[in-house]
């Protein structure tokens, strides 16, 4: 696998990181599975990947995330580019929360992370997690088994989901706009609000575009090749842009944000219910991933 070696993760970030992960364990599991086999389980044909997710590397990988090693090495590298903590970091989002939903759909799941975490936090919900790369979804699917959490997974577009209008009354997206071009972001929050039924929220939680403003160096860590793109934006304005009313912002730690918004109640309706609810964390502790693979490495290490 082709790795560039003039990042500033590769040359410096990297080394360090390769002493805290079991590499030979690592191996075993991207071993164990049947990749391509378990991906046709999630694969669909009316799926289209576009050129932006596509024809770029992510995190140096080429390639990006259409590749096993990538859903393998997913979880042990994003344990070290969350700081604090992953956990307290994805937490925020889940405390972000303002209604009582019935129906979750997380986009861009990736190894589903985030998407565990809204099942056990709202676990009479229906959650759905939808990415473009099955392999991300089969290391999902792994996660979720081994939680004994019962979500469904969809290959798909976050731009086009294909799901009807009103039908969620929540839908999120975690660590997903600083990897598309604010075309996409744009379009994808789009899709989140005719998704939404009258008084649903959407939620995201990235990078915090201020401080990535301000430092320079953050957007030369890692090979984010739209990161500079999402910096230079506002999230709040994207989604008042969508049609999302109450649209605020909080920062996380002060290297990510939180941004949230309401899809508004028509003056006429007066059938609508909002349910709105301040969620309020009792957990310190989340079930991100249970099983052997806590500090395993990356493919931008070579391991795979």
Not at 79 to 104: H, K, T
Not at 265 to 284: F, G, L, W
Not at 289 to 304: Q, R, Y
Request: glycine share 8%; hydrophobic share 40%.
């Amino acid at each position: 696998m082709a790795i560039r070696q003039d990042t500033i993760w590769e040359r410096f970030l990297s080394p360090v990181v390769r002493l805290l992960i079991d590499e030979k364990a690592l191996r075993r599991y991207a071993q164990s599975v049947d990749w391509e086999k378990e991906g046709d389980r999630f694969r669909r044909s009316d799926v289209v990947i576009p050129d932006y997710y596509s024809s770029q590397n992510f995190h140096g990988i080429e390639g990006g995330y259409l590749n096993s090693g990538a859903a393998v090495s997913y979880d042990p590298i994003t344990q070290y580019v969350l700081p604090p903590n992953e956990a307290l970091i994805r937490q925020a989002l889940i405390d972000a929360v303002r209604v009582q939903p019935r129906r979750i759909l997380d986009l861009g799941c990736g190894t589903g992370s985030t998407t565990l975490m809204l099942k056990e936090a709202f676990p009479s919900a229906e959650v759905i997690g939808l990415d473009l790369s099955p392999y991300m979804l089969v290391r999902a699917e792994h996660k979720a088994i081994n939680a004994n959490l019962e979500i469904n997974w969809r290959h798909g577009n976050a731009e086009r989901t294909g799901f009807p209008d009103n039908s969620f009354d929540l839908v999120t997206v975690a660590l997903l706009f600083h990897e598309t071009p604010p075309v996409v972001s744009q379009a994808i929050l789009r899709e989140c609000f005719r998704l939404l039924g009258v008084g649903g929220q959407v939620l995201t939680i990235d990078g915090n575009q201020s401080t990535l403003r301000q430092l320079e160096w953050l957007n030369n860590v890692f090979e984010e090749p739209y990161i500079r793109e999402y910096s230079a934006g506002s999230l709040d304005a994207w989604m008042g842009e969508a049609g999302f009313e109450a649209v605020q912002t909080q920062d996380v730690w002060w290297i990510h944000q939180v941004t949230g918004g309401v899809k508004p109640i028509p003056v006429n309706d007066t059938t609508a219910e909002t349910n709105v609810r301040k969620y309020t964390s009792t957990q310190t502790d989340s079930i991100i991933d249970k099983d052997d693979l806590e500090g395993f490495g990356s493919p931008a290490f070579g391991t795979i």
